[in-house]
């Protein structure tokens, strides 16, 4: 294939710090999903929703000050 199987880099990110951040994204949506889905198992929709709204929120800005 040509390049468009490639992650795409902004000027002055070395490669190793852009997997990384992918991982982090890739593992912080499967344990998302998995919580939320037991959340919704035991409460209505409403309060899971809000709860994982806010974890969402603060993965980011973790996120953020990470980079």
Request: aromatic share 6%; proline share 0%; charged share 25%.
């Given at each position: 294939m040509g390049g468009e199987d490639r992650v795409r880099l902004s000027p002055g990110y070395a490669p190793p710090l852009a997997a990384s951040v992918l991982t982090c994204a890739n593992i912080g949506g499967a344990l998302g999903g998995l919580l939320l889905g037991f959340l919704m198992k035991r409460w209505d929709i409403k309060l899971p929703t809000v709860i994982m709204?806010?974890?969402?929120?603060?993965?980011?800005?973790?996120?953020?000050?990470?980079?």
């Open positions: 709204l806010f974890l969402a929120l603060a993965g980011v800005d973790r996120l953020r000050h990470r980079v």
